[in-house]
């Protein structure tokens, strides 16, 4: 037989070498522009936007006193992506996020003080990701999430002092859930799903 023996620099190269395979995989180039979608007191305004396999890049939506927002953002396979969502002191927006087949994505959704609008999540798989939507001080704002077969994954969503605005939250099928505050179940940590709803009449 044929023996290789490996010195110290060979080692090294081998461990360059891998290094290197390994940033490709987990950081690979992103193939969409950022996106800053940022505006102040928008009336109508809306926004659509459709990826499919998008990998490593970042969408900033920010609407500050918006009037009747329609905003729609779905992703496909995305990859290490990053959606943040923002709405400040509004009337009348709607806000739709769906994803399929996620990993490594970052959602944020935040809604403050705004009234008579919605918001909609629906992910359907998704594996070591963050999903954290909160709601200050909505009205006659309703929130529906939906996250389906999470997999080492975060969902948190809050709502402070909320009017009229009922939360319906679910998390089905995920992989070794643990720490649910909607679910008896407890197995190794991997999924976690937490909501909070305060209100003024709440004690401390």
């Known amino acids: 037989g044929t023996i290789i023996k490996l010195t110290s620099s060979h080692r090294m190269r081998g461990c360059l070498v891998l290094i290197v395979l390994l940033q490709q995989v987990f950081c690979l180039p992103p193939n969409f522009e950022d996106l800053d979608l940022s505006?102040?007191?928008?009336?109508?305004?809306?926004?659509?936007?459709?990826?499919?396999?998008?990998?490593?890049?970042?969408?900033?939506?920010?609407?500050?006193?918006?009037?009747?927002?329609?905003?729609?953002?779905?992703?496909?396979?995305?990859?290490?992506t990053t959606v943040h969502i923002s709405l400040n002191v509004g009337t009348g927006s709607k806000v739709m996020v769906k994803m399929e087949n996620a990993r490594n994505l970052q959602l944020h959704v935040s809604f403050n003080g705004m009234g008579n609008s919605e918001c909609t999540v629906e992910i359907e798989k998704a594996f070591n990701s963050t999903v954290h939507l909160s709601f200050q001080n909505p009205s006659n704002t309703p929130v529906t999430v939906k996250m389906n077969q999470a997999e080492i994954s975060d969902l948190h969503v809050s709502q402070n002092i909320p009017k009229n605005s009922p939360m319906m939250v679910t998390m089905d099928e995920a992989k070794k859930l643990s720490n649910s505050s909607q679910s008896s179940c407890a197995d190794q940590q991997s999924s976690h799903l937490e909501t909070q709803r305060r209100s003024r009449y709440e004690s401390d």
Do not use: L, R, T
């Not at 809306?46 to 006193?65: E, T």
């Open 39 to 80: 505006i102040d007191q928008p009336v109508g305004e809306k926004v659509q936007i459709s990826q499919q396999d998008p990998q490593s890049n970042a969408i900033h939506i920010g609407h500050n006193n918006p009037k009747d927002s329609d905003i729609s953002v779905e992703q496909i396979n995305p990859f290490n």
